[in-house]
C-alpha cells in the first residue's frame, strides 16, 4: 500500500509539474499570437500613412512582423515546456539552408519583387521596356510580375527577368514630352536640301510636334541604296505614338506628290565580256 501510494504522489507531481508547463507554454502561445495581431495592426497603420511606400512593401512588412512575434512565441512556449532548444534551432537552421539553396531561384524572384516594390521604377498601368519587349503592367507580385503585350496577351514574368534587366519606363519621359526618331532614306539623285525642307514642312504644320525643342533634319549617313536623313522631333508623351503614324504617312504621300524617291534596297551589276 505504501509503495503505491508512493508511485501515486510520484505521479501526480510529475503531472503536476508538467501540467504546469504545458499550461504555461499554452498561455505564452496564446499571448504571443494576440500581441503578433496586434502589433501587426499597429504597424499595418503606421506604414498606411506613407505615400511613398508601396503598398506591397506595407503587406511584407506587416506579414514579417507578425510571423517574427509568432516564432518567438512559439520558441518561448518549447523552452517552457523543458525541450531543449539549442539542437532544434540547429535543426531549423540545417533545414532553411536546404530549403534555401533548393528554392535559390524562387528566392531571388522575391528579393527582385521586394526590390521593385521599394524602389518603384514603375507602377500599375506603366508602358515599360525590358530587354527590348515592351510590357503593359498589370499587377506586381512577390514572385512574378502580370502584365500584356500592346496587342493584347497576357504575359508573366518573373521578377528576377525584370530587374536584372535595364527598365525603361516609356510612361515616365522628362517634362511630359517624348522624341519622335525616325531614319528616311531618300534616292541618290534627289535633292537633298528638297528633301528636308519637305520634312520640316510636315513638322511645322502638324500641331502635335511641340516647336520648343526645336526639330532637327538632317544627313546622317550615305546607305548603300540610300541618303539617310534623321528626323528628331517633340511631342507630348500621349501624343507620341499616332503622332509618329500620322508623320510617316504624311512623309511617303508628300514625297510622292513632289517627286523626291524612298529607294528600296537595290545593287547595280555589270557583266563584263
Request: avoid cysteine; aromatic fraction near 8%.
Amino acid at each position: 500500500m505504501e509503495s503505491n501510494s508512493t508511485i501515486v504522489e510520484t505521479a501526480a507531481e510529475v503531472v503536476t509539474i508538467y501540467g504546469l508547463k504545458i499550461i504555461g507554454a499554452i498561455i505564452i502561445l496564446v499571448v504571443g499570437f494576440i500581441v503578433a495581431r496586434i502589433i501587426a495592426n499597429v504597424v499595418k497603420r503606421m506604414v498606411g500613412k506613407s505615400e511613398k511606400m508601396d503598398p506591397g512593401v506595407q503587406m511584407i512588412l506587416v506579414k514579417l512582423t507578425r510571423i517574427t512575434i509568432v516564432a518567438f512565441a512559439i520558441y518561448a512556449s518549447i523552452s517552457a515546456v523543458g525541450v531543449e532548444t539549442t539542437g532544434l534551432v540547429a535543426l531549423i537552421g540545417a533545414a532553411g539552408l536546404a530549403i534555401g539553396l533548393s528554392l535559390q531561384g524562387t528566392l531571388t524572384n522575391v528579393a527582385s519583387g521586394v526590390m521593385m516594390m521599394i524602389f518603384r521604377p514603375f507602377t500599375i498601368g506603366h508602358v515599360i521596356n525590358v530587354g527590348g519587349d515592351v510590357y503593359i503592367i498589370d499587377e506586381i507580385g512577390l514572385f512574378i510580375t502580370k502584365a500584356h503585350i500592346p496587342d493584347g496577351p497576357s504575359v508573366i514574368i518573373p521578377n528576377a527577368k525584370i530587374w536584372g534587366n535595364t527598365i525603361t519606363n516609356l510612361s515616365l519621359t522628362f517634362e511630359d514630352r517624348r522624341r519622335v526618331n525616325e531614319t528616311i532614306g531618300i534616292s541618290y539623285a534627289d535633292d537633298i536640301d528638297k528633301a528636308i525642307q519637305i520634312i520640316k514642312d510636315i513638322i511645322a504644320e502638324d500641331e502635335m510636334f511641340l516647336k520648343d525643342p526645336e526639330p532637327m533634319v538632317a544627313v546622317t549617313k550615305l546607305n548603300d541604296s540610300s541618303v539617310d536623313l534623321l528626323v528628331f522631333a517633340w511631342t507630348k508623351r500621349a501624343d507620341w505614338f499616332p503622332t509618329r503614324l500620322a508623320f510617316i504617312k504624311k512623309v511617303k504621300q508628300t514625297f510622292d506628290e513632289k517627286g523626291v524617291s524612298i529607294p528600296f534596297p537595290q545593287r547595280d551589276v555589270h557583266l563584263f565580256q
